[in-house]
């Protein structure tokens, strides 16, 4: 343990991860990724016998769903009454031509699924 908040934890691989509590980072970017404590810094909370759902990320809490959802939400009127805006022209996707000749579906038998 190099601090209060800071540790190292060495999985079931025995790859070692910095962990720190205090800025909710580990060496693995799961946690930074998706706002879910990862499985390393989950093993340590454990170990501190704390509730995990403290280190959530506020984003992903009901409080921050039921906010952002608290705003009337008008809907939209039918697509035949939107003015129609000159000069916007878009563009399809390039489409990548793929090298070799193109792959076909063969012929079922009768029966065949």
Known sequence: ???????????????????????????????????????HVTRYIARRQEDVVDYVDWKLTVEAYLATY????????????WSIIEGLKILS??????????????RKEPGEQ
């Open 1 to 39: 343990m190099a601090s209060e908040y800071e540790f190292e934890v060495m999985d079931e691989k025995y790859k070692t991860f910095v962990v720190n509590l205090q800025n909710r980072t580990c060496d693995c970017g799961a946690c930074h990724i998706c706002g879910i404590p990862c499985k």
């Open 93 to 106: 996707p390039k489409v990548k031509v793929k090298v070799g000749r193109p792959k076909t579906m063969r």
């Open 70 to 81: 608290s705003d009337v939400m008008h809907p939209l009127l039918d697509q035949i009454t």
